[in-house]
């Protein structure tokens, strides 16, 4: 069931949210041919390299504040204890799992979430249960839309490992950076558009290639930010 207290029902036209669902099956539809084979690739180099599975669940939470399981490829090494999130040059990350994290290849498997209408390609990045608690009204916002394989927030901060310390990891990331991503993530659902949306996902594949300032990522946080703080915004 929902959470109690969100805002209504998510931002944009039935003609718009049919049009956002339709890129999602297109994308993934046209994407599967081409990325499949590289998967079979990749969860053969996990099995190899470490014990375990090759794809895990995590709790998350969705739309409307329904939990759900994200599908990822495993990138840690099995039954590593520790924080919730990695910081730079964490031991628990395998070799592979250095790698895919890099390239984000690590979040394929959530086509599967996309396919089962749990997520969108692009929207706020799911987070789990122990950090949407921390959630303030005005950031509970966030979860009126679908969360995505990847979200301008995502990008803003793609070298999220970097920022975070190896010691009080958790707490520097509630403090610093979830507030940070959420003011991002707001600001996207309030301005959410089709439009915005494709420039969110060129952002994105360009930033894999270290070439997203050439589609003036910058540019685009600040205005999404600068809306947000307008008058009646």
Not at 55 to 62: E, F, N, S
Not at 134 to 140: D, F, L, M, T
Request: charged share 25%; aromatic share 10%; net charge neutral.
């Amino acid at each position: 069931m929902p959470d109690d207290g969100l805002p209504g029902s998510a931002p944009g036209s039935r003609l718009g949210r049919a049009a956002k669902r339709l890129f999602d099956l297109a994308f993934v539809i046209v994407a599967l041919p081409f990325c499949v084979p590289l998967a079979l690739a990749v969860a053969v180099a996990i099995r190899l390299e470490s014990r375990g599975p090759v794809i895990y669940g995590a709790a998350r939470v969705g739309q409307n504040g329904r939990q759900f399981r994200l599908f990822k490829f495993r990138s840690m090494f099995q039954d590593a204890s520790g924080p919730g999130l990695t910081y730079a040059n964490d031991p628990r990350v395998t070799k592979v799992g250095r790698l895919l994290r890099r390239t984000k290849f690590d979040e394929f498997p959530q086509v599967f979430n996309v396919l089962r209408g749990q997520m969108s390609i692009v929207g706020p990045r799911p987070e789990a249960p122990e950090y949407v608690a921390r959630y303030s009204p005005e950031q509970r916002q966030a979860l009126t839309m679908r969360p995505g394989l990847t979200s301008l927030a995502q990008v803003a901060h793609r070298d999220e490992e970097d920022e975070l310390p190896a010691q009080d990891t958790e707490a520097y990331y509630v403090a610093v950076i979830m507030p940070q991503k959420l003011r991002i993530d707001v600001a996207y659902v309030d301005g959410w558009s089709i439009w915005l949306d494709l420039r969110i996902f060129a952002v994105g594949l360009a930033a894999l290639f270290r070439a997203d300032s050439l589609l003036g990522l910058d540019r685009i946080v600040e205005s999404a930010l600068s809306d947000d703080q307008a008058p009646g915004g």
